[in-house]
């Protein structure tokens, strides 16, 4: 158990001991009282013998009462302060759970964030790479085969993607990093797709677009996060968009590994659940893996970019809005965890 919750712990033992010895020493009194108001009647049959001994039945009476009326305020004295006591420990329970929920919801995020960093930075320098710029700036078939395996030769360096298109100015994909794999991808269409778009629409080499997690038809329906920038002419930052560059970061099992790897407890393990939400608290991964790209989750930030709550179920709840890192500004994600009380 940890301090705090032994703090609140032993505080209700205390009241719980309090109650019973007072309620052992009324008990008591009670019975003295007794024992006194029969000696007193036994005095007052015998008359002047028994005068001596009634006076001290009548101080033994005065004493019990003076002893439950010290018990009494005895009682409530420490009712009060055990009270308070049980108050401030659950308190600094509920402050020191929530902020450590809070601190691991951060840790979570950040963690994302400096992993999707690098897929931003990867997405600009691979479309100035000779072999893709040549993929789209004519109609050559052999320039579009060797770049399918220069994108190969990549997806066998980075694990951590899917798969990797090059897409003309029209939005047709002349070529992908897996085509033994994904067969029907070259010659699909993605003019409709937002990261295509956008692409086309960047100012220069440095932009690039980062979309939320969903899933993708032509990779399997696999979950995936997209980066994508324009490959423009000659590889020059200012030269005009002559193609769009796709890169499909493997979602579920790089996410799944952050919010399966929060450092828990083992007491804590059962009874906590680790997620990661989009902009509109969308559930984009979780440690039980229940509702990811389907469920919502009710956070209630209240507009703090941080900190916990206890929800109406008494669960605790931690979150962290993401920070960003670098040139990648995040999407909005949350990183949150949420923990049913100890016994739940």
Request: aromatic share 6%.
């Amino acid at each position: 158990m940890a301090e705090p919750e032994r703090v609140v712990a032993l505080s209700k033992q205390v009241a719980d001991i309090v109650d019973d010895k007072i309620t052992l020493i009324n008990r008591i009194t009670s019975e003295t009282r007794i024992l006194a108001l029969n000696a007193l009647i036994e005095a007052s049959r015998a008359g002047d013998a028994g005068r001596g001994f009634g006076v001290v039945a009548q101080e033994v009476k005065a004493i019990s009462e003076r002893i439950t009326g010290i018990a009494g305020e005895l009682s409530t004295q420490l009712a009060g302060s055990i009270g308070e006591l049980t108050d401030l420990g659950e308190l600094m329970v509920q402050q020191m759970r929530g902020q450590r929920l809070s601190d691991l919801a951060l840790n979570m995020i950040e963690i994302i964030d400096r992993n999707l960093y690098e897929r931003s930075c990867d997405v600009r320098w691979w479309a100035t790479d000779g072999a893709v710029v040549a993929a789209v700036a004519g109609q050559d078939p052999a320039a579009a085969s060797f770049a399918s395996q220069r994108l190969g030769v990549i997806l066998n360096s980075y694990t951590v993607y899917l798969d990797l298109w090059i897409a003309d100015t029209n939005g047709r994909v002349v070529a992908n990093g897996r085509p033994d794999r994904f067969r029907s991808v070259v010659g699909s269409s993605v003019a409709d797709q937002t990261w295509f778009q956008q692409s086309m629409a960047t100012r220069s080499g440095d932009d690039y677009v980062a979309c939320d997690v969903t899933t993708t038809r032509l990779l399997d329906n696999a979950q995936v996060a997209t980066y994508a920038t324009a490959i423009r002419r000659d590889g020059a930052a200012t030269g005009a968009p002559i193609g769009v560059l796709g890169i499909f970061f493997d979602w579920q099992p790089q996410a799944a590994a952050v919010v399966k790897g929060v450092r828990l407890t083992k007491d804590e393990a059962d009874r906590t659940r680790c997620l990661l939400v989009d902009a509109h608290h969308r559930i984009i991964a979780a440690s039980d893996g229940h509702g990811v790209l389907r469920d919502s989750y009710a956070l209630e930030t209240k507009g703090r970019p941080s900190g916990y709550y206890a929800s109406q179920d008494g669960s605790m709840v931690g979150f962290a809005l993401t920070p960003g890192y670098e040139t990648y500004k995040g999407l909005g994600w949350y990183g949150v965890i949420t923990q049913k009380p100890p016994g739940r």
